[in-house]
């Protein structure tokens, strides 16, 4: 993120952006802090996801009814 951040007193400017070395602090720090947000949020998705469907899925293998006595004590 930092060498995202270079200002024209460390790199070398140009008039086109494709040309030049030199970045932008906010730019960067959007991106990277937007980047960090997103990117969590879908791995953690992803984990609690799978967590979630391996225990269904050894509920329903298994033939438990913890699930359905849960259900039963606690609906009104």
């Known amino acids: 993120m930092h060498d995202c951040m270079i200002q024209p007193s460390y790199c ?5 952006y494709w040309e030049t070395d030199c970045g932008s602090f906010v730019a960067s720090l ?3 802090c937007s980047f ?12 609690v996801g799978k967590v979630h469907f391996k225990t269904f ?3 329903i293998r298994s033939g438990s009814t913890e699930r359905s ?3 039963q004590a606690h609906v009104l």
Do not use: K, M
């Not at 997103?38 to 791995?43: A, G, L, S």
């Open 57 to 59: 899925t050894r509920e």
């Open 12 to 16: 070398t400017p140009a008039d086109n």
């Open 30 to 32: 959007i991106y990277f």
């Open 69 to 71: 006595s849960f259900v």
């Open 36 to 47: 960090y947000v997103i990117i969590t949020y879908i791995i953690l998705n992803l984990l």
